[in-house]
């Protein structure tokens, strides 16, 4: 710590308080579509990124005499996974949810000086030793009792316009980044628009036509506490992507548990599609590294005749046009999100000949593997973006 600097506790510098509790339903019936009043901000408005997100459609009235965060305060997450990990500084009065901490300043110390220090290790390793794991949330008395460090409020200002400019040049690296992955990802969805538009000679046909089989499987009784560390493979939802196969959370089932599911065996060449859920209509080719494997509930194989080959399915189905049918299917009629068999069996697909979707899926994969690079590229700088600035803040504060 550098001479001159003191440690207070937060509770010292700041007067901390969590929000409201405003039930969801009651949000929605009461406050959606308000045109004035405070914006409420839930820990689903903030992102890990310290970006608050106060266009979400529900403003608070402003004589509810609910709790208001002012202008400069420190919002940080409490409850659930990212408990200490979402933090955001706010530039005007808000309305706020339970599952939040604000930390108002007390003119000892500067707001953004709070949320920089939030955002270190210094303060990050404090609140894992003392506060993660505990039943109902954090504790408000030990919350309050974690230290920050104290310079005057000049040398707080220059740190905060230091960290302020470095944190700009960081971010505008980051977001030319994302930029150039987000054009790539648009000129990809384009031409994936472009080349699978049926044109002429095109043959058209159900998926039940062209397909020996459409099913999914099951989950084995017992659920994950029947997964073991190897054994066969158990594809889950998660596990497909768009035109990609997840390896994360691949789970391992017993042979027992796998020749109960015998019907839902993956062979090669099986393209897989998500049938219910918020993951619904992604679709990609099983890859052969993962046979033998079986399907649970939540994804469907579909195998394919001599017609149709089958990332040259993946790419139709995963297309923008066959993505929004298949959507408008899945969410007609049901409070949850759902394709049928018979859904499946009779979407209509339109297809050229075999050397055709030859030629079309070197175009496609060609594009892909580009856009693939970049989304690696982007991964890559976000990391080191997020190294760079802990490595600023250690500079600041240790």
Known sequence: MKEGWEYKSLGEVCRIFNGNSINADYKKTHYMGLSEGYPFIATKDVSFDGIIDYENGVKIPFDEGLKVAKPNSVFICVEGGSAGRKIGLVNREVCFGNKLFCLDSQGSVLGPFIYYYLKSELFQDQFAERLTGLIGGVSAKKFNDISIIY????????????????????????????????????????????????????????????????????????????????????????????????????????????NQLNGVEIQEDDVLFNITGASIARCCVVPTDVLPARVNQHVSILRLKQEVLPRFLSYIMNSPNHQKRLLEIGEAGSTRQALTKTDLENHVISYPTIDSQNKILCTLDSLKSKVDRLQANYDKISLECDALKQAILRQVFE
């Open 151 to 258: 310079p005057s409020l000049s040398e707080q200002q220059f740190i905060v316009d230091y960290l302020d400019s470095a944190f700009a040049k960081i971010d505008t690296m980051k977001a030319n980044t994302e930029k150039a992955l987000n054009e790539a990802k648009a000129l990809f969805q384009a031409s994936l628009k472009e080349m699978l538009e049926p044109k002429e000679g095109w043959e058209e046909n159900k998926l039940g036509s062209i397909t020996s089989k459409i099913g999914s499987g099951a989950t084995p009784k017992g659920g994950r506490k029947v997964y073991i560390e190897e054994g066969c493979h158990l594809i889950r939802s998660m596990n497909v992507q768009y035109n990609e196969f997840k390896y994360d959370e691949l789970a391992h089932i017993s042979d027992e548990a796998a």
